[in-house]
């Protein structure tokens, strides 16, 4: 065996590189960080050939003193931490006090910096050649630049694997994202190969906050984004998350910061991800911009050596109060909210505003006296008959009992609560047929998805508004109805245990079985009575009722496995509301229904006052907007 040896300062920093440094946009990031923990108001970042040839990032903070150059260059130096309470409690984005000795050692650096006490600036100079140190006068206002020229130049191997000069630039471009993102207060400007990239102003309002956001994240996610600011037990969530039907088939557009840092969580990304769970379409992605600020003392970021990740102290704490956040936010979306950013979006395709014609004449029925309409009554109380074959179906008393043995059984006990008369049937109904005058468009009165005028195939609702003309897919917004309706009733009623009559033996795991018996009461809460009767061995003996037909081995497992990966499972509510959704499908309006005007209309007021109304169970949009600028255009109006 060869001897031990300690190794040189330059191999050292050059494996510390192996960690701090894998392409341009590690320094990038890195340099960034120290411009802004150094209290920079402005950061200006030049590139060449995708940082390969020439990385400056250039600050206004305040600066290093003369005698701290050379030291600023060493290992394990660093002004942000002395003890080992600073270290629990870390404030600050860069702390390690690697990253310029490990960028010097693959790289030719070159940092000036001048504080506000010194009448002139210094330059220190180091090659990954030989580390040593070399100091001369310059002049440089207050604040540093750093320059990396000729990154992995004594590293060849390293540089092989560095991708195309775009592709190298395109992760520069992404870093620089994140950090204008990041801080708000300061500003940035992105040159490539003398070409400016990005320029961004310190944004000081919320105005100016919401004009970065659309600069970096597009205005269309700006358009289709809830505003989130939410407080509790120390912690605060604010920002933007977008609406459901601004789904990205990647997860490009997500950024979620702790404490100002730009982190990749898997607990945080589980929270998010069930928060959108009965509202994104099949294999979407959300987007969001968000922001969590904690006790610096309640997260430890010194668990990665690039400080992506964090661990939060009390991560069911965290996890629970973004998801209820996020989720109370996304189900208090109202068709309003939606035309909001449609109307937006028309705005800036069109360059002007829109169009708004007040007071005139349309062709939607008399509903001057809306209390005495059908619609005046929820879409629950008076939606069982939808074809003529179901004319004499009469109301219901209201049922709220558990059938476990028919889940048809339960779904139409929650739907007994009325029948929908036809027009024939419904005294208050009036002949909307006899051309009676309509009320005026008042911005008022007039509800977000204004009122219906025709169907159209069987399939979908024309209806009128201020905006423009809205059409609704009648058999999804009618499934989002009767699915919230279920889940709430399913909530009321508590989740029910049918015990087994022949008890399921599990084979699992050690690990399996101990956390099984450790959580025992958890899974109680679920519905699930799991016993450990051997070392690899359990025994299911209850299940809720409602999934008795499912795959119970398979849900067992599943619940487990959420338990090892995130500490909680919410895997049978899961399952459960996707059984609640398939009933609520197959119990909803379906196509070639023929709809009279006042149950189309009792179908809009009730979508105006159901949560998540703009998506289906399975994440469809269940209706859309055709703005009247848009509908102008169409026809070349005003042209």
């Given at each position: 065996m060869p001897a031990i040896r300690l190794l040189s300062p330059r191999l050292a920093n050059q494996i510390a590189a192996g960690e701090v440094v894998e392409r341009p946009a590690s320094v990038v990031k890195e340099l960034v960080e120290n411009a802004l923990d150094a209290g920079a108001s402005r950061v200006d970042i030049d590139i060449e050939q995708g940082g390969v040839k020439l990385i400056r990032v250039r600050d206004d903070g305040f600066g290093i003193g003369e005698a701290d150059l050379p030291l600023a260059l060493s290992?394990?130096?660093?002004s942000k931490i002395e003890s080992l309470d600073d270290l629990e409690a870390v404030a600050s984005l860069g702390f390690r006090g690697e990253a310029l000795a490990s960028i010097s050692s693959v790289s030719r650096?070159?940092?000036?910096?001048?504080?506000?006490?010194?009448?002139?600036?210094s330059r220190v100079e180091v090659e990954g050649r030989d580390m040593d140190a070399r100091i001369s006068p310059a002049a440089h206002p207050v604040g540093t630049t750093v320059e990396v020229r000729d990154l992995f130049f004594n590293t060849p191997a390293r540089r092989k694997f560095l991708r195309t000069e775009k592709t190298e630039f395109n992760h520069v471009d992404e870093c620089v994202r994140r950090q204008a993102l990041s801080r708000f207060d300061a500003g940035f400007t992105l040159r490539h190969n003398q070409r400016v990239i990005q320029s961004l102003r310190p944004a000081v309002n919320a105005l100016d906050r919401e004009r970065r956001i659309g600069a970096l994240c597009g205005q269309q996610f700006i358009d289709n984004a809830v505003v989130i600011d939410a407080e509790a037990t120390g912690l605060r969530l604010w920002g933007w998350v977008a609406l459901p039907t601004f789904s990205r088939s990647q997860a490009d557009l997500q950024y979620f910061f702790v404490n100002g840092r730009v982190i990749r969580d898997r607990l945080v990304a589980h929270a998010v991800r069930q928060a959108y769970r009965d509202v994104l379409y099949n294999n979407r992605h959300p987007a969001f911009v968000l922001y969590l600020e904690v006790d610096p003392a309640t997260v430890d970021v010194n668990v990665h050596p690039t400080k992506h990740e964090v661990r939060f102290r009390d991560g069911r704490l965290v996890h629970d109060f973004i998801f209820r956040t996020l989720h109370k936010a996304l189900a208090d979306v109202r068709p309003d909210d939606h035309l909001r950013g449609a109307?937006?979006?028309s705005a800036v395709r069109e360059g002007s505003e829109v169009a708004v014609v007040a007071g005139s004449q349309?062709?939607?029925?008399?509903?001057?006296?809306?209390?005495?309409?059908?619609?005046?009554?929820?879409?629950?109380?008076?939606?069982?008959?939808?074809?003529?074959?179901?004319?004499?179906?009469?109301?219901?008393?209201?049922?709220?009992?558990?059938?476990?043995?028919?889940?048809?059984?339960?779904?139409?006990?929650?739907?007994?609560?009325?029948g929908l008369a036809t027009a024939q049937q419904d005294a208050p109904a009036r002949d909307f047929a006899a051309g009676q005058p309509t009320p005026p468009v008042d911005s008022e009165a007039e509800p977000p998805l204004g009122y219906a005028i025709a169907q159209l195939h069987g399939i979908y609702i024309l209806a009128q508004s201020r905006q423009g003309?809205?059409?609704?897919?009648?058999?999804?917004?009618?499934?989002?109805?009767?699915?919230?309706?279920?889940?709430?009733?399913?909530?009321?009623?508590?989740?029910?245990?049918?015990?087994?009559?022949?008890?399921?033996?599990?084979?699992?795991?050690?690990?399996?079985?101990?956390?099984?018996?450790?959580?025992?009461?958890?899974?109680q809460q679920l519905g699930l009575q799991v016993e450990r009767i051997g070392p690899e061995t359990l025994a299911i003996r209850q299940v809720p009722a409602l999934l008795r037909g499912a795959d119970t081995e398979q849900l067992v497992r599943?619940?487990?496995?959420?338990?090892?990966?995130?500490?909680?499972?919410?895997?049978?509510?899961?399952?459960?509301?996707?059984?609640?959704?398939?009933?609520?499908?197959?119990?909803?309006?379906?196509?070639?229904?023929?709809?009279?005007i006042p149950e189309m209309n009792t179908l809009l007021r009730d979508m105006e006052a159901t949560e998540r109304s703009g998506q289906c169970n399975h994440g469809r949009p269940t209706w859309t907007v055709v703005t009247l600028s848009e509908l102008d255009k169409l026809f070349l109006r005003g042209r």
């Open positions: 290992r394990h130096a660093t650096l070159a940092l000036t910096s001048r504080t506000e006490e010194q009448e002139a600036a109307v937006a979006q349309s062709a939607y029925p008399d509903v001057a006296s809306q209390a005495e309409q059908p619609a005046s009554r929820s879409w629950g109380e008076t939606a069982s008959v939808f074809d003529s074959r179901a004319g004499s179906a009469q109301p219901q008393p209201p049922q709220h009992q558990w059938q476990a043995r028919d889940q048809m059984g339960f779904y139409q006990s929650l739907n007994q609560g009325g003309m809205i059409v609704v897919d009648m058999h999804a917004a009618h499934e989002r109805i009767t699915y919230e309706r279920m889940k709430r009733a399913l909530e009321a009623q508590d989740l029910k245990s049918q015990p087994l009559l022949v008890p399921v033996s599990l084979a699992v795991s050690q690990k399996e079985a101990a956390l099984a018996e450790t959580h025992a009461g958890e899974l599943d619940v487990l496995a959420d338990l090892i990966e995130n500490g909680q499972s919410d895997r049978v509510e899961a399952v459960t509301h996707e059984l609640l959704g398939t009933m609520a499908c197959h119990g909803s309006v379906r196509a070639n229904r023929q709809l009279t």
